[in-house]
């Protein structure tokens, strides 16, 4: 501690001597040296004295014997002289060593980046390191005249004084974090741990507290966590924040039955046409904008966030809109009464969106969401659960005609277990094998001969028999499931064509047509599952169709362009399928890679009494033979639709005038017999029309 002295803020000299053992040492050693030389002189002083005194008063010659008292009393003078400057040496070496220490104490004390202090019994100051200056802005003189404490922030200093008596008691404190006051009127965290320094009786009079500053790094903790539990696009909460304060509410409602609370999720509609016309970053300042509206839009006894006491996991805030992901957002509304008041705050939100258009790069634009709405009602316990609730809410908004929304109901939920269980079921039948093959001719209506068929799915489960269709392809596809069951579907139709071609050879081949399906042109190696189609089976390309749905075909500019230009490379036939019913551009089909229109069964059906479709498909096919493009009428089911076609030159038809769907046995007997060619062209013109009976036998 002596390395305190000479500082401008040095430790009073009492405190000195008490706190530095090895000094007090010397100087105690120092008294009984020099007190033992003060007694030795004297014991030789009288000594010689009494020696020399008889001698004095003697007139016998003793010279013999005084001189050999006189030798040994000066031998023993000088080895204690000796031991005496020996000592005084060791005394000086010491006070070097303590001198380069307290030097070194000083540089390390006066250059340390951490806050070391000394505080007496009374809290109160005695030595204060240059580095507070540094960091807090004090002066030693105004740290000198002030309390540890007052600094410190209020709520942090029973903390401190409670670490403070601890290192009295034990000899030293656990590792804190608190708050002081900056003398710019900011709050810095330090980290401390306290020393107590005793006196030679064992009391523990003075403690050296040792501080580092760690504001930057809890700031870094804190952004860090802040980051972890945040959206980083709109700072609003995310979805593992939005699952802890969800799992909160459920928690609060077990322990308090009235309290009841709803989860509003929001998907905004339409948002894909924000960012394939703007772009995605003007997608992503729609979805800024968007979350700020929805923050705004609700009022402060919408939701109340309460920070729970004690709890775990991230704190709370009064964030009350979580983005989860893309264009998915959600809320949570506490102490709610009934069903009405989320549906009153859903309601707000969407005239909030669709009052004023957003402006994304000095364009306007206008959004709107459909909202689904699950309430703690449901027969959830869980937060996953009823998020999930609101989620299937929110896809049945979006189902009845979008920017509205629906409460989740029990109905809803056995609809969903189902749709999963047949989700769970369809895996199986895949790996299991329960897939079939079923083809539909295609005619040409000139002979009525068959010059192909398209190629469909079918699913036959054990002790049931085929399943529909539409029970459970939109699940494949929805579920992804489909790519793996298109993939079967192309390899097995592939194999069977060609050995169809190979029994039944005609100029041209057989052709084979397959569907190709809005995820399957999202997946990226659809054309190398098309490529090992054909090699493995040996199927010419030019005998491969791929049909498109219009929607699908024409809704972005590039990608179904890329792909089907990548398969028309191959050699493969490109067919837009469902033509009429979308929104095609002239301009763009004009440079569509396609052979074939496909007019939809919408169109076909009753065209020869409804004159508005006669017209219709009168105009497709002159519009598709302007193009050079053939034209297959689809859902072709009476004699007067064949003769209407025919009429106007359409080339192809597919129905169950001619065969509905069949497995692949009945499609070779149609092919050996030649059903559908039973009738010449002119006989079709006569003909009657058949029953539906004798329709549904082909």
């Not at 004159?611 to 193009?627: E, Y």
Request: glycine share 4%; charged share 25%.
């Amino acid at each position: 501690m002596s390395s305190f002295i000479g500082l401008e803020n040095r430790a009073p000299r009492d405190m000195m001597d008490t706190t530095s053992p090895p000094m007090k040492q010397v100087e105690r050693r120092e008294w009984w040296l020099w007190s033992l030389v003060v007694i030795i002189n004297l014991l030789l002083t009288a000594g010689i004295a009494s020696f020399a005194l008889p001698l004095l008063r003697s007139e016998t010659d003793n010279s013999l014997n005084i001189q050999q008292s006189l030798r040994a009393l000066l031998g023993l003078v000088l080895l204690f002289d000796i031991y005496s400057l020996y000592q005084q040496f060791q005394i000086h070496r010491i006070r070097r060593q303590l001198m380069s220490r307290d030097d070194m104490f000083r540089v390390i004390s006066e250059n340390a980046a951490d806050l070391i202090a000394v505080v007496d019994a009374n809290g109160k100051r005695i030595y204060n390191s240059p580095s507070y200056e540094r960091l807090l802005g004090y002066t030693a003189e105004e740290l000198r005249t002030t309390s540890t404490l007052e600094q410190v922030h209020p709520d942090d200093r029973a903390r401190v004084a409670h670490a403070a008596e601890q290192a009295r008691k034990s000899g030293y404190s656990e590792r804190i974090e608190y708050r002081i006051l900056h003398k710019d009127e900011s709050w810095r965290v330090l980290e401390s741990t306290a020393s107590a320094v005793r006196d030679a009786s064992g009391k523990s009079n003075s403690l050296v507290i040792v501080n580092r500053d760690i504001t930057d790094r809890k700031r870094a903790e804190e952004r860090l966590q802040h980051d972890a539990f945040h959206d980083a696009l709109t700072d609003l909460p995310n979805r593992a924040l939005f699952l802890d304060r969800l799992g909160r509410a459920f928690s609060r409602a077990k322990r308090h039955p009235e309290y009841k609370f709803a989860v509003l999720f929001v998907d905004i509609d339409d948002f894909k046409k924000f960012n394939d016309s703007l772009g995605h970053a003007a997608g992503d300042d729609v979805l800024v904008q968007i979350a700020q509206r929805l923050t705004s839009s609700l009022r402060k006894d919408d939701t109340v966030w309460r920070q729970p006491q004690g709890g775990e996991g991230p704190p709370a805030s009064q964030d009350n809109v979580a983005r989860l992901g893309g264009d998915e957002f959600t809320i949570l509304i506490e102490d709610i009464h009934d069903a009405s008041d989320p549906i009153r705050v859903a309601t707000r939100i969407q005239k909030v969106l669709a009052a004023t258009p957003l402006s994304i790069e000095g364009q306007e634009v206008f959004a709107s969401a459909s909202v689904g709405i699950a309430l703690s009602t449901s027969p959830h316990d869980s937060a996953a659960g009823l998020l999930r609730d609101a989620d299937l809410a929110m896809y049945r908004a979006k189902a009845l005609g979008k920017a509205r929304c629906e409460v989740f109901d029990t109905a809803m939920h056995a609809t969903a277990v189902t749709r999963l269980k047949l989700e769970t079921e369809l895996r199986k039948a895949i790996e299991h094998g329960e897939l079939r093959v079923h083809y539909q001719p295609i005619v040409r209506l000139s002979d009525t001969k068959i010059v192909g068929f398209e190629a469909l799915v079918r699913w036959e489960r054990p002790h049931v028999g085929l399943v529909l269709p539409a029970e459970f392809i939109v699940v494949a596809e929805e579920s992804g499931l489909i790519l793996p069951m298109n993939r079967w579907l192309r390899l097995e139709a592939c194999h069977k064509m060609r050995s169809w071609q190979a029994e039944f050879p005609s100029n041209p081949p057989l052709t084979l047509s397959l569907n190709v399906t809005a995820k399957e042109f999202a997946h990226p190696g659809l054309i190398n599952d098309i490529v090992q189609a054909l090699e493995q089976t040996g199927l010419e390309p030019s005998s491969l169709q791929l049909e498109i749905v219009e929607t699908v075909a024409m809704r972005d500019a590039e990608k179904p362009e890329n792909v089907l230009r990548q398969a028309k490379s191959l050699g493969v036939r490109l067919s837009i399928d469902d033509f009429g019913t979308g929104y095609s551009s002239l301009s763009r089909l004009r440079h569509f890679p396609a052979d074939t229109l496909k007019i939809d069964r919408s169109f076909i059906s009753r065209m020869d009494i409804d004159a508005d479709n006669r017209a219709v498909v009168r105009t497709i096919v002159a519009l598709a033979h302007n193009l050079g493009l053939t034209v297959v009428a689809e859902g072709t089911e009476t004699l007067e639709e064949v003769n209407e076609l025919l009429a106007i030159d359409c080339e192809y038809a597919q129905g169950y005038f001619f065969s509905r769907p069949v497995d692949e046995q009945t499609a070779l007997h149609l092919l050996r017999t030649g059903l559908c060619t039973q009738m010449s062209s002119s006989r079709v013109a006569a003909a009657k029309p058949l029953s539906l009976s004798a329709r549904n036998s082909f």
